[in-house]
């Protein structure tokens, strides 16, 4: 994975034209880590290649995509990738090898915590979503209501409903998310 994710960053540094002290002025990482990385013979902490993705201008997620090698229909608990990150907060684990076969979408997302005097903006959309919240507390905004929900409560409603989430609470919120339909259905 360091292998994939170093030539990814080299790919995307030399297609912007930019050196590796360019690239290391604008993330604060030394030029022999950074060289080190490209080859693949170091690995990197989150937050630094967060660093790294807003120097070369793309989603971190970027630099997960693309490694289930596995297209059976069963996926380890030991086999599970992280697929997108979204704000450092929402970190998206997709439930299905087959991305772009299926009408639905099942993900896992963990919500980290964060400030109850942040704004949250709910929005709406095509299709339905399902939700099963695992552990912690999830705040669920629906239609200008807002409920708390906690683990094996669920809700399934129509994503034409203005609708978001939140974590309000100290700890980690996971929840089963299914989604329709799938956006990355080919």
């Known amino acids: 994975m360091n292998k994939d994710i170093g030539s990814k960053i080299k790919e995307l540094r030399t297609r912007k034209k930019m050196t590796l002290k360019d690239l290391s002025e604008k993330t604060g990482l030394s030029t022999g880590f950074l060289s080190q990385l490209e080859r693949g013979l170091t690995s990197i902490a989150t937050d630094s290649l967060e ?7 793309v989603d ?9 090698k596995n ?6 608990s030991y086999e599970k990738e992280v697929f997108q990150i979204i704000n450092g907060r929402f970190i998206h684990y997709h439930l299905t ?6 009408s639905i979408l099942p993900r896992l997302i963990e919500l980290l915590p964060i400030n109850c005097d942040e704004d949250i903006s709910p929005y709406a959309h095509e299709g339905e979503e399902f939700v099963y919240v695992l552990e912690g507390t999830l705040t669920l905004f629906l239609n200008n209501e807002q409920f708390e929900l906690f683990p094996g409560d669920s809700a399934h409603y129509s994503s034409a409903m203005v609708h978001n989430w939140a974590n309000y609470t100290n ?6 998310v299914a989604s329709a339909p799938n956006p990355f259905k080919e």
Do not use: H
């Open 51 to 57: 660093k790294i993705a807003e120097a070369v201008e």
């Open 60 to 68: 971190l997620s970027y630099f997960f995509g693309g490694y289930t």
């Open 71 to 76: 297209r059976s229909s069963i996926i380890r």
């Open 97 to 102: 090898n087959n991305t772009g076969e299926n």
């Open 171 to 176: 700890k980690l919120v996971r929840l089963i």
